[in-house]
């Protein structure tokens, strides 16, 4: 959960704010898909933005205005309970979370992801540079594929372990890791 927070705090000042992070990364993650700022790129833009800040106010637990550490790991306890207890149920959640960012991010909607969709979403959260590709290589290397993609149901998989597993060494981890600190390769089967 800790790696979901950094993922989120785009400016890295340690608190979630609709202004400072989620506007700023709606804007960002449309611009990627849509350049040419046409209707798509609104409808995109609002759909996100609106969807960051009805989750960060449901966080926003106090009425702040923002969200902290502490905040984010409370107002998540549940998930994160469920995530150990009940992984079949929390699957079903991550399912319904990022099912739509699936598609989102899925442009010619043929099933797959491929290296340039992972970067836009990662590059709209600042989490960009030239890890992204090496570490997408070696997922799709782990999951058996010569090809650079994911399908839907890997994608949900890798993003489940993203949100969910603590341990740095899970694949997931490495889909949308730390700029600064890369997460290291270690040969582990957790797939
Ligand atoms: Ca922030
Ligand atoms: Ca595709």
Known sequence: MERLFSFFDTNNDNILSGEEDFTPLATEIANRRFPDDGPLHRKLYNYLHDTFIAENARRDLAGKGFVDL????HSHEYINQMAHERPEESKAFVDKAAGDFFRLLDKDHDGWLELDDIKIYASGHHHDGPWITSNF?????RLGRDELRISRAEFLMLIW???F????????A???GDPVKPPPFVAADDV
Do not use: A, E
């Not at 290589?137 to 290397?141: D, L, R």
């Not at 597993?165 to 997931?172: A, E, F, H, Q, V």
């Open 165 to 172: 597993n603590p341990d740095d060494s899970c694949l997931g």
């Open 70 to 73: 502490v905040v984010f790991l």
């Open 174 to 176: 490495h889909l949308l």
């Open 161 to 163: 372990q993203y949100w």
């Open 137 to 141: 290589k070696t997922i799709c290397h």
